[in-house]
């Protein structure tokens, strides 16, 4: 069964650092595995993903603040997030991609709050 496991939300200060893991199991063939987050009343949006491959990709608000990470032997991604705002309050879902040729499909972890004081 595939199980996605989050850990390192929490409760931060602006200016200061949080840094987010994602352990997969039970999946193969991954894609990519990335960081969404939502706030209260409004959509889930992408933070950062990454390819197995190393290719990155960030939302505007987080580029030069967030890096993510991965360490593909052992299906996990990071997300080091430096300079928080008060904005950045969400709950983080973990999100893998697991797909063959045209075929895919997405798996979420539970999700993590992170809430940033200001």
């Known amino acids: 069964q595939v199980q996605l496991v989050e850990s390192g939300g929490g409760l931060g200060q602006a200016g200061g650092s949080l840094r987010l893991s994602c352990a997969a199991s039970?999946?193969?063939?991954?894609?990519?595995m990335g960081w969404y987050r939502q706030a209260p009343g409004k959509e889930r949006e992408l933070v950062a993903g990454i390819s197995n491959g190393g290719s990155t990709n960030y939302a505007d608000s987080v580029k030069g603040r967030f890096t993510i990470s991965r360490y593909n032997a052992k299906n996990t991604v990071y997300l080091q997030m430096n300079s928080l705002k008060p904005e950045d309050t969400a709950v983080y879902y973990c999100?893998?991609?697991?797909?063959?040729?045209?075929?895919?499909?997405?798996?979420w972890g539970q999700g993590t709050q992170v809430t940033v004081s200001s």
């Open positions: 999100n893998v991609r697991w797909a063959v040729i045209t075929l895919e499909y997405d798996y």
């Open positions: 039970g999946i193969f063939k991954i894609k990519s």
